[in-house]
């Protein structure tokens, strides 16, 4: 027996994004989050460095707009940009009205400290010490959970997206809810509500070494993909420069507000090396820098490169750095007094879902938010600290969009989630075999530098790897491994799919066939439509 639950809203993620539009809408309307796992867990509990809003009066609004564009490479649009820099500050203010609390300039200051990052030209990130993404997460959360029209659901994973035209044969085609897995009680459950929202982060997961959490295996993306929806850009997967390199250490980021500070990149020998790459050195932009890093350790056949920042005072890398600072120590390692070793390691995907400017997809009834969505912000590169902002000003938008809208509870009859047909699986190795061969040779063959004849490779495997997971999937009970490998194989076919269309380098994809920027013509966005039977379940 599938149980079936009816709400206003389905918010799918229960990070920065989903739930701020939880909170814009629960005045109004009954709201149900879910999370794959504890409430808090994401890429936004991890967001250390800040978020970017014009505050100091040095600062401008074009500034801000025209260092974001320089970073997309040409490939921003423009209207977006503009957007999301012209609503940050009340969008910041928002937060401050939640109980966030910002890191001030001193004990009895009224003024925020601002911090600067790769890719700006003014201080203009506002952030929470070294831990910004938590104390934002933990702040709203404490909120949902207050809040008598929002309900939580942890541990439970959506399967595939519900739509009029698929469950109903009827047209024209909506969203309806979602096949949600209740982790924990291995129950499949109907969430119907006539407005369903993607808010499941990224998938830094498809790669081997990433800064993401686990929970990171591109779950809204692919859903929407094989609901109907358009995706784009998906060949921008922006590769975070400095991640801790130690045994031990799993997805630990160091935080690029370091280099803000005026931490230096070194090689093994104590030579800096960011100079000879870059005007701004270890400010430029992350593409630029995490591929200096690439070529540096490709060059020397060295494992990590060096991050010092221990010239600074010991009282002011402590007080601004507590985090990072503790977690180092915890390996053995004195920031303030050794240099940190790092890698570059995947950490943001810059494509995603098509949406407009309120988060609306191709599907009437279905958002996109945050990082799951391609709203035109980032272009081929993501400007530090934009990430948390866009988040932010988006579920606003779509807040404020959907109020506008008579949410009219669903009413058909949907048909229940169908597992007469398969069994229980007798062993999970086939799925953590696949899992890892898929993030290995994305990481081998699609990662930082790319090239053709790597990418075809990975595609050929990635077909036979599909139809392995196709097959698997048709005969055995669903799990929460199994959903996610399903999802990592169709976010990587999109990244493949999407690196070949691409026939130039720019921002962050680099191919060593292609290796200058093409400025014959204006730059166009890569966008993959659904065909049928790339949706189809």
Known sequence: MTTTEHYDILIIGSGTAGLTLALHMADSARVAVISKGPLDEGASLYAQGGISVVLDKTDSIQSHIDDTLRAGAGLCNE????????????????????????????????????????????????????????????????????????????????????????????????????????????????????????????????????????????????????????????????????????????????????????????????????????????????DVVARAIDHEMKRLGDDCVYLDISHKPATFIKSHFPTIYKRCLDYGIDMTREPIPVVPAAHYTCGGIMTDLQGRTDIPGLYAIGETAHTGLHGANRMASNSLLECLVFARAAADDIKQQELKPVSATIPPWDASQVEPAKEAIAITHNWDELRRFMWDYVGIVRSTHRLNKARQRLILLKQEIGDYYAQHHISSDLLELRNLADVAELIIASALLRKESRGLHYILDYPETDNSQPPQETIITPRTQDHAA
């Open 79 to 286: 209207h977006a940009v503009r957007y999301t820099v012209e609503h940050a500050r009340e969008n910041i203010e928002w937060l401050i009205d939640q109980g966030v609390s910002f890191t001030r300039d001193g004990m009895t200051s009224e003024t925020y400290h601002l911090t600067q990052e790769g890719g700006h030209s003014h201080r203009r990130i506002i952030h929470s010490a070294d831990a910004t993404g938590r104390e934002v997460e933990t702040t709203l959360l404490a909120k949902a959970k207050d809040h008598p029209n929002i309900s939580l659901f942890p541990y439970h994973i959506g399967i595939d997206l519900i739509t009029s035209q698929k469950q109903l044969k009827q047209s024209p085609n909506r969203t309806i809810g979602c096949y949600v897995l209740d982790i924990k009680n291995d129950e499949t459950k109907t969430f119907l509500s006539p407005v369903t929202v993607l808010a499941t982060g990224g998938a830094g997961k498809v790669y081997l070494y990433t800064s993401n959490p686990d929970v990171s295996t591109g779950d809204g993306i692919a859903m929407g993909w094989r609901a109907g929806c358009r995706v784009a850009n998906m060949e921008f997967v922006q590769f975070h420069p400095t991640c801790l390199f130690h045994p031990k250490a799993k997805s630990f980021l160091i935080s690029e507000a370091l280099r803000g500070e005026g931490a230096r990149l070194l090689l093994a020998n104590g030579e800096r090396f960011m100079p000879h790459f870059h005007p701004q050195a270890e400010l430029a932009p992350r």
